[in-house]
T-cell receptor, first 116, second 113 residues
Framework: DQQVKQNSPSLSVQEGRISILNCDYT??????FLWYKKYPAEGPTFLIS?????DKNEDGRFTVFLNKSAKHLSLHIVPSQPGDSAVYFC???????????????FGKGTKLSVKP | DSGVTQTPKHLITATGQRVTLRCSPR?????VYWYQQSLDQGLQFLIQ???????AKGNILERFSAQQFPDLHSELNLSSLELGDSALYFC????????????FGPGTRLTVT
């Protein structure tokens, strides 16, 4: 059973508008969440993360929101640019800082297309 | 460029064969992770090493094994290959062995015919 779900395989957005990518998780032990971006023929690139003690983290055009009670997180990209077109993976980990494991559980990804 | 290197980029081999994938982590990173990405699956965690020791195991088949050497590079060995082992194999590294950002290499595409 998938512990991290990205229910939208694809999303198309106009340049300059907001892109919202969603992610749901089932394991309440997850306490650290990350978003990765992946271009074709490249490895995933870390984008932004959030710890479960926060509900929002912002980095430039990228903001991640965490709703622990709903076991839901989202990535907002504002404004969207054509160069943002990529596959976005949500990932979660069940060990907070100070633990002994760091492996990530990934969703299947959402392909974002930003049209000029 | 993440600083993580993987060789080879592509590998084509036949069923029943054995292959070795190699990964060099970012300078200073002690932890190495291996992931498999199949066509219909997301990234699946296989195994993690930290400073030469196995730290965590995920969905890794018994036919697969890995190790991390004293210079911190890692190798993933895949044996008795089957058609279903065809996938992208990614290596990632991080400074520590706990939750945090991981930096991924470009991957090795394995095709089993």
């Amino acid at each position: 059973d998938q512990q991290v779900k990205q229910n939208s395989p694809s999303l198309s957005v106009q340049e300059g508008r907001i892109s919202i990518l969603n992610c749901d998780y089932t394991n309440s032990m997850f306490d650290y969440f990350l978003w990765y971006k992946k271009y074709p023929a490249e490895g995933p690139t870390f984008l932004i993360s959030i710890s479960s003690i926060k509900d929002k983290n912002e980095d430039g055009r990228f903001t991640v929101f965490l709703n622990k009670s709903a076991k839901h997180l989202s990535l907002h990209i504002v404004p969207s640019q054509p160069g943002d077109s990529a596959v976005y993976f949500c990932a979660a980990s069940d060990v907070d800082y100070g633990g002994s494991q760091g492996n990530l559980i990934f969703g299947k990804g959402t392909k974002l297309s930003v049209k000029p | 460029d993440s600083g993580v290197t993987q060789t080879p980029k592509h590998l084509i081999t036949a069923t029943g064969q054995r292959v070795t994938l190699r990964c060099s982590p970012r300078s200073g990173d002690l932890s190495v992770y291996w992931y498999q990405q199949s066509l219909d699956q997301g990234l699946q965690f296989l195994i993690q090493y930290y400073n030469g020791e196995e730290r965590a195991k995920g969905n890794i088949l018994e036919r697969f094994s890995a190790q991390q050497f004293p210079d911190l590079h890692s190798e993933l060995n895949l044996s008795s290959l089957e058609l279903g082992d065809s996938a992208l194999y990614f290596c990632a590294s991080s400074v520590v062995d706990r939750a945090g950002e991981q930096y991924f290499g470009p991957g090795t595409r394995l095709t089993v015919t």
